[in-house]
């Protein structure tokens, strides 16, 4: 699947992104937040948009070591990557974790 | 005899805490010094993390957790073997965190006893000690 405009940051170490269409406000500043649909999304940084990404399917073993809802997984920059799904738990990004 | 050897397999002998595990050679794609690896929050204890290889994003597991071995020895040269399960469309590649990539072996299918749960199939009395045979397409089932 290759999809276009995600928005990239980084949170406790690994790099994030979600697909452009889903995100409704980008809050900048020393606690990053991204608001999609009704969650919020806390960022240490916020990296950008890129236009493209070539996102793998997940498969079943990555699934159900991290059952959360995912578009799947990409590379940039030499770095791994979890694309996610509009609807996945912010709270994964909530102070505290992981 | 011909037939005996025949039906042999080969096996990557692998040490992970205070465990060998014995894992079929045909899925191994690459054993690589351990990757650095990005942990997620919201994964199960099993998972490490995400790292990159080839320009792939790669989920990496600890075989250790998923024996649920006790603690062994320091490992002198940790590695990521790099493993594809399923096969077609459904093919995943995963790294396998472990201490420590041994031997190659080969094991007839006789000389295993069935045993174990999880992802272990049996066990196999080798020169070098009991190691747990493996079968990593148990890691999809849900």
Partial sequence: MRGRGF????????LWALPAFAVQAVVKGANPVIRAGEAEFFADEILGVVEELAVQKPGKVFERFWPHPCLGLAVVASEALVVLAPG?????????EP | MVAAAEATRRYLLLAAG??????EARVVRRIVRALPVT???GARPALLGLAEFAGEPLPVLDLAQLLAAGPGPPPAFPVTVVVRLGSGASAELVGLAADAALDLVSIAPGAVTPSGEGIVVG???????????LDLSRLAAP
């Fill in chain 2, 39 to 41: 942990p997620l929050p």
């Fill in chain 2, 18 to 23: 205070d465990r060998l595990a014995a894992l």
């Fill in chain 1, 7 to 14: 928005l990239l940051w980084r949170r406790f170490g690994a």
């Fill in chain 2, 123 to 133: 066990e196999v009395a080798l020169p070098q000690g009991t190691a747990e045979v």
């Fill in chain 1, 88 to 96: 996945a738990p912010a709270e994964l990004f909530a102070k505290g």
